[in-house]
């Protein structure tokens, strides 16, 4: 299997020439030399997970270069390609291509391209290493260097204050899950001697019944481990708790948000979490806890999904939440749904997020749905794209013949729930399936129907009064939102306080929503004069291909994903799959099957009875349901419960400790203390200080040598 | 005897030191320069001829001086690490003061080739009170480098180093002149394999402890590095971080370790309480300082407290992860300390305040800024992940509450140094003087590019610096594990009970993770 090192290296030479070529040889270069490579990796991919859908294919080893040995810990750089990897390949390497396309359009406005194809394409390597992984340091190394290509492409427009919060806070809060990833390891290798994958799979089943010590307490091993190991995962996914970081990244660039925080990197966790299944089999603890995590997610985020107007945000939480759905269908033991959910939200999400990339580029970089409307007719192409996504999430379809992608994957989430003995848990997932059936046709409604709200948006204003026209000042446009987007919401700048860091950073980030509290049907209606354009086709291009994802994504794979008959063919061991499960959930009672459908026409009919039929109806539902609105709109006052808990703690502290501690303590009765003491002295002795320091060293070394001759001699 | 590479090692930059001091300023930078590349040029050598996994002790070199003290010399795999250090910093130290330094130029240089031939020479010194000399001495230029080509408050800054470490090098020389006495020998071979009583291992161990801790620096003895780092100019804080600060840690696996295991054992609990809240402590401390010398300086006490309870967990891991981390933090805040410097050297402030936006205008520092940066907080693919990791994991062997506090260094390490990157290099400008701020010059290129690459280097095959050491790591774990603490996991073994959620899985499940191979 030479064809894995060509697709994961690929995207590494591509993001090193791209990164040194930089500003001197112009922007095309990098470009070609990023895309290509990534079109090349995708078409590599295809044939490989082909031959696992044909199941011509064994999981094979490519062995790199040796990375470390300590005592018995031995590590090595390794490719891995079974059914798992195979599936994360064509994920990311099909979804990273369309990016890179798309992004040709999107950012052509921008000035430093090649710095945004260089970490494009350097995330996609990290990204790529992490799935090949065959141990867990390559898998931490993976992990960690998607991280830092997030906080350098959230953070891309480094002038923004909001996008170095945004950066910072999704690298901090990831570090929080990493400490647990770390120990998790560290565990793994304290009990299996080993950190390779296959090794300690292969012996995890024999440890039924041991228990460990951990802190002040001993617990069964396999719950230790692995509800530590599912703390990374928590970070990396953004699930409940460590989530924060995940709607401010909506900072970074669309083409960003669709490929890492929607479609490749959040799904890290639920990788990690199937990749590892066997271990996390052992452990009903842990399973069960995962089951919580991931069903509370998946409410939380699709509750605060209803109330923003940020239309980046509003999808931000639903990645938020179906990667929930995710958790909530491994946590019962049906990884294969896990994957199949993974495998189908990387297109309808990706989809989704780059037509949202679409119709802000339209609309001069305005995000907030609140001054969109009616524009359907304007960008068409955009419009259907996004129409396709939005079947395909809220999961349209027909009982017994099929339908669009999240039809075949998120019911057969909410079936396995309830048949792997979580009811809650799926009752749960029908409800959360409700909101999102709301927030997403609230999207469209929102933006592709009523009348034109373009008139009051301060950048549509900024277009016409600027540029007279959106075409004649493109040159500007990308640069300005770089900087003066978020001005107007918030002055404070950089006084160097913790206002500004990490987990703080919520005042930063994206539109705040205490901007301008008027509901979107109190905007002054009108066109403004402005004439959004449907984008290029190099834009285009990709929603057209994920929409036949969308589309077709669901029906085509299942039977490989999740059919008891046959899905055991395809994942070959890759993953814990549940046969017996998979059976069962198909005889989970009819109620359980049709709901998710009935909930989904619910949710469709109350946004087009609150948005189109009587447009006035959400201001006067939020006025009068005033702090349950609040609250939604705050994302459950999360940022804040913990700039309160530990961002200003951590600084507070940190004074303290600093000035009363080194200073006031140390410093005091220590040096400063003893040198009171040897200035005191040396005035006795009178000639001897001459003020410099390094007399005494000369001193020092005279008497230690009188002192060595003397022992020595004696 | 083979042919002394060694004292010749020692004998280039002591001799350009002395030629030093009868030159003109720009002759003696040439000399300088010239004379830590020829050492680097021999370390290389050194390197490529010794044999990994043979002999303990390499280029061995004795000659009687008079009464028991010796000329004695020789390398094993953790002074070889340590001593290509040196030599890889230090004419990187050289052209960082080339413009910087315009004051008494000879006597600066040849301040710094006496430093360098002080370093190795406590690194190779085979005999306990030749490695005293060296070891002690070696303040003697880096008081002068900070006495006289220092900051403002460069007086306060020497006095207060000088203070700190006169009392436990006091102790030590006492602790020395018992075991000579006792042992009949000064040569650290012998001694290594020397049992002193455990009652007595105690309190050597102490007077030891009194001394490394301070060079390590440990909390609550570390508040001098903060003031030294300061004051010092640029070249003088590489040097001090890059090396001297390895001294401590040095001291700790060549002395407490394998000469007095006993009680090494029986006071891990005092290296790991404060080692923990090292870590906590000057993370905490390090987010809220407004001097960008200072915020590195406290990072590195937190980054030396992985040190410490690497080299006390009694493992392999622990042990050689130690020694990754104290090189590669000897690269890293090297270099973030020369970071500091490309811009001091520009606006003459260390403020962070009067600082922003300086990728813009410094593009390529931006680039080489991060790295360094991502190094520090041990980004895996950079030298400092592997240390940190290992230490951390040999760590959790003994002790899992430790192993959880120290770890929490990965969260309060990125949020201060991605804090300190984002005022620096991110956001706008803030005045015109910064705006005015030319890129780095080929010069500075030249200082920082090969450390880069050193750190990749470690990062990405660190098996090149970890076989040399290999075979010492065994020696000692060999003498040390009759000490060896048990850890608090003590895992049991499974009964193989199925746990019950899953009891019915049918057999696919059995044969997933065999077939997986």
């Known amino acids: 299997m030479t064809s894995i090192l060509f697709i994961v290296f690929l995207p590494l030479v591509a993001a090193i020439v791209a990164g040194f070529a930089n500003k001197s040889f112009g922007a095309t270069l990098p470009k070609v030399v990023t895309t290509g490579a990534l079109f090349v990796s995708c078409a590599l991919s295809w044939p490989v997970f082909i031959g696992f859908l044909a199941g011509s294919s064994e999981a094979t080893v490519t062995p790199v270069l040796h990375f470390m040995t300590s005592g018995t810990f031995d590590v090595s750089w390794a490719l891995r390609v079974d059914a798992l990897t195979a599936v994360m390949l064509v994920v990311i390497t099909s979804v990273s291509a369309l990016v890179h396309l798309y992004s040709w359009g999107y950012m052509s406005e921008e000035p430093d391209q090649p710095r945004f194809f260089a970490y494009l394409s350097l995330f996609t390597f990290a990204m790529l290493m992490l799935v090949t992984a065959d141990n867990l340091i390559q898998m931490f190394f993976g992990w960690e260097g998607v991280g830092l290509a997030s906080y350098l492409l959230i953070g891309f427009w480094f002038r923004k204050p909001s996008a170095n919060a945004a950066a910072i806070k999704a690298f901090v809060v990831n570090r929080v899950g990493d400490l647990g990833f770390m120990l998790g390891i560290f565990g793994t290798y304290l009990v299996f001697d080993t950190v390779s994958i296959p090794a300690i799979l292969a012996a995890a089943p024999t440890m039924g019944g041991s228990t460990i010590g951990f802190l002040w307490f001993r617990a069964d091993t396999m719950t230790v481990i692995c509800l530590l190991l599912f703390v990374g995962a928590m970070g990396k996914s953004a699930q409940l708790g460590l989530h924060t970081w995940l709607p401010d990244a909506m900072e970074g660039p669309t083409p960003v948000s669709a490929l890492i925080h929607a479609a490749t990197m959040v799904t890290a966790g639920v990788f990690m979490v199937c990749r590892l299944s066997p271990m996390f089999e052992m452990s009903p603890t842990a399973m069960g806890f995962i089951t919580f995590i991931g069903a509370a997610t998946c409410l939380f985020a699709a509750t605060v999904g209803t109330t923003q107007t940020d239309i980046k945000r509003v999808i931000a939480y639903s990645t938020c939440s179906q990667l929930g759905y995710m958790f909530f269908a491994a946590g019962v033991g049906a990884y294969g749904a896990a994957m199949f959910h993974l495998f189908t939200h990387a297109f309808f999400k990706a989809l989704l997020f780059l037509g949202a990339g679409s119709v802000i580029h339209a609309m001069h970089h305005e995000q907030d749905m609140r001054y969109y409307g009616g524009l359907r007719k304007a960008i068409p192409v955009t419009f259907w794209a996004m129409l396709l996504g939005t079947l395909a999430i809220t999961g349209v379809g027909i009982y017994g013949i099929g339908g669009f992608a999240g039809y075949h994957s998120k019911d057969a989430i909410i079936e396995v729930a309830w048949a792997g003995g979580a009811p809650v848990a799926s009752m749960v997932g029908v409800f959360a399936a409700l909101l999102t059936s709301f927030y997403s046709w609230r999207l469209m409604f929102l933006t592709f129907w009523g009348e034109p709200r373009w008139a009051a948006s301060e950048h549509i204003q900024h277009a016409l009064h600027d540029a007279h026209g959106h075409d004649a000042h493109d040159d500007h446009a990308h640069a300005h939102d770089g900087q003066a987007h978020d001005g107007h919401a918030h002055g404070h700048d950089d006084h160097a306080d913790e206002a500004h860091h990490g987990v703080a950073a919520q005042e930063d980030a994206g539109h705040a929503p205490h901007v301008d509290a008027r509901g979107f049907n109190d905007m002054p209606k009108g066109t403004g004069g402005y004439h959004p354009h449907e984008s290029p086709l190099v834009m285009l291009i990709p929603l057209i291909l994920l929409s036949v994802g969308a589309v077709a994504a669901g029906f085509v794979f299942h039977g490989f994903f999740i059919d008891p008959e046959s899905a055991g063919g395809f994942w070959k061991g890759a993953l814990f799959f549940n046969e017996h499960l998979m059976h069962e959930m198909h005889e989970v009672p009819l109620f359980v099957k049709l709901s998710a459908t009935v909930v989904m026409l619910t949710g469709l009919l109350i946004a087009w009875a609150a948005y189109i039929r009587s447009p006035s109806f959400p201001a006067k539902f939020a006025d009068t349901f005033q702090p349950i609105y609040q609250f939604l709109l705050r994302k459950w006052y999360f940022d804040e419960l913990y700039n309160f808990l530990f961002v200003r703690p951590a600084f507070a502290i940190g004074r303290v400790l600093w000035h009363r501690g080194d200073e006031g303590t140390i410093d005091r009765f220590g040096p400063n203390g003893s040198a009171w003491v040897v200035q005191l002295g040396s005035r006795v002795a009178g000639r001897l200080q001459t003020g410099y320091v390094y007399t005494y060293a000369f001193v020092m070394l005279i008497g230690l040598t009188a002192a060595i001759t003397w022992a020595i001699a004696g | ?517």
Not at chain 2, 246 to 272: C, D, I, N, T
Request: include cysteine; charge should be neutral; glycine fraction near 8%.
């Open chain 2, 1 to 517: 005897m083979s042919f002394p590479i060694l004292s010749l090692m020692l004998a280039i930059p002591a001799v350009a030191a002395v030629a030093c001091l009868f030159l003109s300023a720009s002759a003696a930078r040439w000399t300088a320069l010239a004379a830590t590349l020829i050492d680097l040029a021999l370390g290389v050598v050194l390197w490529t001829s010794f044999d990994v996994g043979g002999a303990q002790w390499q280029f061995v070199e004795y000659a009687p001086v008079f009464g028991r003290f010796a000329w004695a010399l020789g390398i094993d795999g953790y002074a070889l690490l340590l001593i290509a250090l040196s030599v890889f910093l230090m004419p990187i130290c050289i052209g960082a003061s080339w413009q910087a330094i315009e004051k008494r130029v000879p006597e600066y240089m040849a301040a710094f080739l006496l430093t360098e031939v002080l370093m190795i020479g406590t690194f190779a010194a085979q005999d306990l009170f030749l490695f005293y000399i060296f070891f002690e001495a070696g303040l003697i230029p880096m008081f002068l480098i900070i006495g006289i080509w220092g900051g403002v408050n460069r007086i306060y800054a020497s006095y207060k180093f000088f203070l700190y470490t006169l009392l436990g090098s006091l102790l030590m020389f006492i602790a020395m002149l018992y075991m000579s006495i006792t042992a009949g020998t000064t040569s650290i071979p012998v001694l290594l394999n020397y049992d002193f009583p455990p009652q007595v291992q105690t309190w050597l161990w102490l007077a030891f402890f009194a001394s490394f801790a301070v060079k390590m620096p440990m909390w609550p003895v570390h508040t001098w590095l903060p003031d030294a780092h300061v004051q010092a100019p640029t070249a003088g804080s590489v040097i001090l971080a890059g090396v001297l600060l390895k001294l401590g840690g040095y001291g700790f696996l060549r002395f407490s370790l394998p000469m007095f295991p006993e009680a090494s054992a029986s006071l891990v609990w005092l290296v790991f309480g404060l080692s923990a809240v090292a870590v906590i402590y000057t993370s905490l401390v390090a987010l809220v300082q407004s001097d960008m010398k200072k915020l590195i300086a406290y990072s590195s006490v937190a980054h030396m407290a992985i040190v410490t309870i690497g080299l006390f967990a009694f493992n392999a891991q622990g042990i050689e992860g130690a020694m990754m981390v104290m090189l590669g933090h000897g690269l890293v805040s090297g270099a973030l300390f020369l970071c500091v410097g490309v811009i001091y050297d520009r606006l003459h402030t260390r403020e962070i305040s009067r600082y922003g936006g300086l990728a813009i205008n410094m593009p390529r520092y931006a680039i080489l800024f991060l790295l360094f940066t991502m190094a520090s907080i041990g980004l895996p693919g950079t030298s400092n992940f592997v240390g940190e990791l290992l230490s951390l994991m040999g760590t959790y062997k003994v002790s899992t509450t430790i192993a959880l506090l120290c770890t929490t260094g990965i969260i309060l390490g990125a949020a201060y140094m991605l804090y300190l990157y984002r005022r620096v290099v991110w956001g706008e400008i803030t005045s015109e003087e910064v705006r005015a701020m030319p890129d780095l010059s080929a010069r500075e290129l030249w200082l920082l590019v090969p450390i880069a690459a050193a750190v990749l280097w470690m990062g990405v095959y660190p098996e090149s610096f970890l076989a040399p050491m290999r075979k010492d790591t065994q020696i000692l774990l060999a003498r040390i594990e009759r000490a060896r603490p048990a850890g608090d996991s003590r895992p049991t073994k499974g009964t193989g009970i199925v746990p019950a959620a899953h009891a019915e899985t049918p057999a696919t499940g059995h044969e997933a993770p065999g077939s997986a191979h």
